[in-house]
Nanobody
Framework: QVQLVESGGGLVQAGGSLRLTCAAS????????VSWFRRPPGKEREFVAG??????FYGDPVKGRFTISRDNPKNTVYLQMNSLEPEDTADYFC?????????????????????WGQGTQVTVSS
């Protein structure tokens, strides 16, 4: 079992930055694929970014603006979000799976992740 707790969401103006934190317990994140998903108002959940071993992956809408990283001793994954846009407004969720159970092709699939956090809300004002 992996427990995930997100934090760092809030209200920010367009062009601003936020850093989201996903604190994990129950398993070392170095053995996991950990990803961020988001659910914009009225829309489906979508893949934002993921990290597996030392490799990172990004959804097209956030490439060049968001950076995912992890701190293994702290068992924590971060999502640094820069140049935020109103379209980035969403509930952001951290998700984890065994690294061996995910591939680059399956990383963006919600069904690949058995463990989820409760989410943190991000609102970007124009």
């Amino acid at each position: 079992q992996v427990q995930l707790v997100e934090s760092g969401g809030g209200l920010v103006q367009a062009g601003g930055s936020l850093r989201l934190t996903c604190a994990a317990s129950g398993r070392a994140i170095s053995t996991c694929t950990v990803s961020w998903f988001r659910r914009p108002p009225g829309k489906e959940r979508e893949f934002v970014a993921g990290i597996k071993w030392g490799n990172t992956f990004y959804g097209d809408p956030v490439k060049g603006r968001f950076t995912i990283s992890r701190d293994n001793p702290k068992n924590t994954v971060y999502l640094q979000m820069n140049s935020l846009e109103p379209e980035d407004t969403a509930d952001y969720f951290c998700a984890a799976s065994s690294a061996g159970a995910t591939t680059a092709q399956s990383m963006g699939a919600i069904s690949s992740y058995p463990y989820w956090g409760q989410g943190t809300q991000v609102t970007v004002s124009s």
